[in-house]
Each structure stands twice: as structure tokens, then as C-alpha cells.
């Protein structure tokens, strides 16, 4: 049985056939068209089992990663196309640099506390802990800002995966840069008041992480704060989001 790949190139779709195979994934039909039918197709990948987030694409019109989306299941019609809401450099593979600069604006590594001499714990076991492993496995594969509904009406706006990234850092307890991680996630326009809870970002994330969780503490942090008098940045006077502040 013969499958029928669509390929979104730089807006024009090419159309190939592809010989159906047991355990086979979109990215090797990928491989099989670039070796056997067009050399010219460019996609990115590198470690083929889900790991290293490279080969991130819409499949079906859902974010996936190719490695790791068994063509079989998709019907006999498939298309294929680059990532949204991000640069298309040729055919699947996207300019990441916007991404990663989302990233960067909230200082995404770890910032130890200087002021206490012994190292702070975060016991496996505890809540905290645990709380922080729900998030920590994000890939980078920038399914979640493709998803994302926000992201299509303003570009500005962080994304999911920037602000699972802060929310992280910010419920580490050892970490000393909250002040200034939460002035960025609470900015206008950029921060966590855009997002509307719409989880598509929960939806496609290959490692099932929620960025939505993650925002909507984040949020929960910022009306904290606010009411303690500590304010960052913006807190918008009317928010449709019933939340608990505790
Ligand atoms: S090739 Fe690394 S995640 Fe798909």
C-alpha cells in the first residue's frame, strides 16, 4: 500500500508515495524520500528517539515530533509541514533563534543563593521537589510555541516553554534571581497574563509536560506578591481566571 506524503515547501506542496512499512515514522519516510526521491528535501533531526527535539514539524495538522509519530497511524494522506509561528529557513527546518532568545529573556539557568553558606536541600521527596519535576524535562522542541494560540495573535508573548522553564527556577528555593525572573514573566504583553489557559502547548508537548500549570503558578505567585504590596511589573486589575491565592 502506497502512502501519499504532502510536503509543505516554503508554501508550495510537493507530493510523493511512499511504500507503507510495519514500525516505520515519519521521519524515516522523510529519509526515504530525500535518499530515493528528492535530495533537495531539508529537515532537521539528530537522534531519531525523542530526545534531542530537533525534528519537531506539524503532522496532520498537530505538532509532533517525526521520530517519534508512526506513519501507520496516520492514514494513507499525510501532510507535513515547518513548525508555526516560527521562521522558516527551507522546506521542514525553522529558524529557532526567536525561540531561544524567548528563553534566554528569562535567564534559564540556575542561579544559586550567595547569601547562606550551606547548600539549601530540595529532598527528592518533598513537595517542592516534586513540584519542579513535573516541568523539568522540556526538550526545547518548540512543539508548544507552534501550538500555541496566543503566540499567533502576539508574537511577543514568551510561550509555553520559556515560562515552564522560569516557573521552574522560581519554585526552586535554592535559586536567587526570582525578583528578576518574575519581573519578566509578569511584563506586559510578554508574560504570563496573555495566556489565556487554552492548553493547546499541554496537547502536543512530547514529554507531557503542562506549561499551562507552570503559567498558571506563576500567575498565582504575581497576585501573591501583589497583595503582600511586592508588585512585578503588571497585574491586570480584572482577570477571568478564578485563582486561589494562598
Ligand atoms: S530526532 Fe531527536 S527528537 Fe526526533
Known sequence: MAITIRINR????????????TQQTVLDAL???????????SFRCSCRVGMCGSCGMVINGKEGLACRTSLNQLGIDVSVQPLRHIPVIKDLVVDMEGFFSKYRSIEPYFSPRVEISEPIVASP????????DLGLECISCGLC????????MVPEF?????LNRAYNLVADVRDDRTDQRLSVVGAPRIGVWQCHTHMS???????????????VNLKRILIRRSLLGKRHHFIPKVHAIKMEVD
Not at 516554503?10 to 512499512?21: L, R, S
Not at 521527596?125 to 519542579?132: M, T, V, Y
Open 10 to 21: 516554503n508554501g508550495i506542496e510537493d507530493v510523493f508515495q511512499v511504500e507503507a512499512k
Open 31 to 41: 529519509f526515504y524520500i530525500q535518499n530515493e526521491l528528492d535530495s533537495s528535501l
Open 125 to 132: 521527596q518533598s513537595g517542592i521537589r516534586k513540584d519542579i
Open 145 to 152: 510555541l507552534s501550538a500555541c494560540d496566543v503566540v499567533s
Open 158 to 162: 514568551l510561550g509555553p516553554a520559556a
Open 201 to 215: 502547548c499541554v496537547e502536543v508537548c512530547p514529554k507531557n509536560i503542562a506549561p499551562t500549570r507552570a503559567i
